[in-house]
């Protein structure tokens, strides 16, 4: 793929920093503060992330099976969250060459919709089986989690940043 100019070329990121922030995110998202419904789900903006960025590692499989994880944490329909995680990884997927190409704050607005996307899949089916609407609290969260999009970028980003071994015979 053609960098934009001025932009520097970045390492490939290490398998294992990749699962241990899909791991915090988890992490993030059990901690136990009570059924916020604004609160931004991390799990899902780190998927986003991933299936953007890294797409033949991150998937829709990872993403079922942490919606499955989801699910059986939150006590929630079983496949509820993992239906709305595999609609973003595929959504952010089909994104992926085009969102290279902007910034970090324009990547941000395309993922918008597919945030809202996923979590009105997850509140459609938890109506469905006699949940309650939150309101329109409920969509301050993906507008969160929109927000929170530069910053989990240039964390994520940071070790793929760091300069290669230098070499004489080699200008880059």
Not at 57 to 72: E, P, S
Not at 151 to 165: F, I
Request: glycine fraction near 8%; charged fraction near 10%; aromatic fraction near 10%.
């Amino acid at each position: 793929m053609i960098m934009p100019r001025g932009q520097p070329l970045l390492l490939p990121a290490k398998p294992f920093f990749i699962a241990a922030s899909l791991v915090a995110g988890l992490a993030l998202n059990m901690l136990p503060l009570g059924r916020v419904v604004w609160l931004p789900d991390f799990l899902m903006l780190l998927l986003a992330f991933w299936c953007v960025h890294q797409p033949q590692r991150v998937g829709m499989g990872t993403a079922f099976v942490l919606g499955l994880c989801m699910d059986v944490q939150a006590t929630s329909l079983l496949g509820q969250h993992a239906l709305a995680y595999t609609v973003l990884a595929y959504g952010a997927a089909a994104l992926q060459r085009r969102l290279a190409w902007f910034s970090a704050w324009a990547q941000a607005l395309h993922v918008l919709p597919l945030l809202l996307l996923a979590h009105a899949m997850a509140l459609a089916v938890g109506l469905a089986w006699g949940g309650v609407f939150p309101g329109l609290a409920g969509v301050i969260a993906p507008l969160l989690e929109t927000l929170l999009w530069p910053l989990a970028s240039w964390v994520l980003l940071a070790p793929q940043r760091r300069p290669p071994a230098r070499d004489e015979n080699r200008p880059l």
